[in-house]
Every structure is written in structure tokens, then in C-alpha cells.
């Protein structure tokens, strides 16, 4: 089982390197399952209707969330009826759609993805170590893969999760800060761990945004427009292997052999 995780996509630059660099990786590496953190899609900030349909269209299965999972407010009616968008599970329990997703990869696998969002930094959400507990508990014994985004502010929280859940997960990434992490690991117990991502859109700016909009932030401090940086558009993405003849954890899940992180850059 081959899974590839797209780091957080940011605006038009992020869709467009999707689109033409994901297929043929997908055919290259022999992929079997696609999922992507996709809240930062729409110009940077939330995801649309349209936006999301074309993502699934471009071959991604499941696309995650996280704090600007509610920034389009057509989102709130279309999330409840596409089980494949998530937003943190860890929400209160009567916001819109879901934070848990099952469903059958290309090779057969069944599989699971958990979306959960840290506390720390970010809204007093519930407890995401608590709430991985309960929706792990809902995940069906004949569910193989199952991986965890856990959309977080601090590098301690990411790496406490990933800790708690190893043996019990094949994956726990991590996503919202943009910036990829070089800690790429399978920790002992055969969950495969990145403390982030990183991001798939435009690196000439700061975190996918235009540069000079956010400096002049910084200098005044006054409210500011911001708008999606173009250059150096790079897709970063992580890729997890349990192997061709994989072991299981003690929570009956495959076991990752191996995490490897990718980084694409636009023809």
C-alpha cells in the first residue's frame, strides 16, 4: 500500500501544480490512495464547492481541514452531503459534515482518514488526543490504513500526538504551518511520522501569500488585504509504504515501512 499525502494546497498556484504534476506521479510511484489538506484552496483562504469537485476530479480521494475550514460559506451546506471533505473531527459535534472517512484505495486496501486540529495557538477546540481515542474506536476491524492529519500550530502537540497514537495508526502527518519539517520518521511502533508537510503552492511569498502585503503588516499593524504569491510554485507531499509484504501494529493496522518526502516543482 502506497499513500500519498499533499501538503496544505494554497490557492490557484497550489491547484494548478496539482493538476499537472499528480497523475503522472501517481502512475510513476504506483500510487494507491491520494488525500490532501485542501482548507487553504480557495485564494487562499477556505475551499469551495467547485474547488473541492475539481480536486477529486484531479485523482485526490479525501481532502482534509483544519482552522479555515469555514472561510466559504457555501462550504457550510455542501459539506454535510460529501463525506469525502473533511474538517476536524475535534469541531464541536454540531458543525457541519465530519471529521472521519472510510473508504477502498485503488489496490483494495481498505482505509481510514482522521482530521484533527491541535489546541494550542488555535481555537479551544475539543481535546484531540481524547477525540482520536473515540473516532479510533469507531474505525472498523477490517479497516487497514488508517491515517491521522492533525492540523496544529506547535511542533510539541504534533509530536505528543504522533507519540500517543503510534502502534494504533499507519500515519500521523502534520499540516497548517506551511513549512516542512525534515523530521520525516517510523517511530518504533511502525507509525510513520512528519511534524509538517508542508505546502503545495507559491514559496517566494510568506506561508503562500503575497510577500510585500505581509511585510507592510508587520511594520504598521494595520488590517490588510492579502493576496496568493505566484513564484516558485512547488507541490510538497509526503509518500508512506507499508511494504509489499506488511506486518501489522498492535492495533491491527498495516505498518509503515517507509516515509519519504517529495517536492515537485511547476514545469
Not at 505581509?214 to 511594520?219: D, G, M
Given at each position: 500500500m502506497r499513500a500519498l499525502f499533499i501538503g496544505d494546497i494554497v490557492g490557484s498556484p497550489g491547484r494548478r501544480i496539482v493538476e499537472e504534476r499528480l497523475?503522472?506521479?501517481?502512475?510513476?510511484?504506483?500510487?494507491?490512495?491520494?488525500?490532501?489538506?485542501?482548507?487553504?484552496?480557495?485564494?487562499?483562504?477556505g475551499i469551495t464547492p467547485r474547488i473541492a469537485e475539481e480536486l477529486f476530479d484531479l485523482g485526490i480521494e479525501v481532502l482534509t481541514g483544519g482552522n479555515h475550514s469555514w472561510d466559504r460559506k457555501e462550504i457550510m451546506e455542501y459539506m454535510p452531503h460529501q463525506p469525502r471533505l473533511l474538517r476536524p473531527a475535534n469541531f464541536a459535534d454540531n458543525t457541519p459534515g465530519s471529521g472521519l472517512y472510510f473508504g477502498t484505495a485503488k489496490s483494495g486496501v481498505k482505509f481510514a482518514v482522521l482530521d484533527l486540529?491541535?489546541?494550542?495557538?488555535?481555537?479551544?477546540?475539543?481535546?484531540?488526543?481524547?477525540?482520536?481515542?473515540a473516532e479510533l474506536a469507531k474505525i472498523p476491524p477490517d479497516i487497514d490504513f488508517v491515517l491521522v492529519d492533525i492540523h496544529a500550530e506547535t511542533t510539541s502537540e504534533k509530536i505528543a500526538l504522533g507519540w500517543y497514537l503510534d502502534g494504533r495508526v499507519t500515519a500521523v502527518v502534520g499540516t497548517h504551518t506551511h513549512v516542512t519539517t525534515a523530521d520525516e520518521q517510523v517511530l518504533p511502533n511502525g507509525t510513520a511520522y512528519i511534524t509538517d508537510v508542508g505546502m503545495t503552492g507559491?514559496?517566494?511569498?510568506?506561508?503562500?501569500?503575497?510577500?510585500?502585503?505581509?511585510?507592510?503588516?508587520?511594520?504598521d499593524g494595520l488590517p490588510a488585504r492579502f493576496e496568493v504569491a505566484t513564484g516558485d510554485v512547488q507541490m510538497n507531499a509526503v509518500l508512506i509504504d507499508t511494504g509489499d509484504d506488511p506486518s501489522r501494529n498492535d492495533a491491527g493496522r498495516l505498518r509503515a515501512r517507509s516515509i519519504e518526502r517529495l517536492r515537485l516543482r511547476a514545469d
Open positions: 497523475r503522472d506521479l501517481v502512475q510513476h510511484r504506483q500510487i494507491d490512495l491520494v488525500i490532501a489538506n485542501g482548507e487553504n484552496s480557495a485564494s487562499g483562504f486540529q491541535g489546541r494550542v495557538f488555535l481555537a479551544s477546540n475539543d481535546d484531540p488526543f481524547k477525540k482520536a481515542d507559491p514559496h517566494d511569498g510568506v506561508i503562500g501569500m503575497d510577500r510585500q502585503g505581509i511585510i507592510k503588516k508587520f511594520l
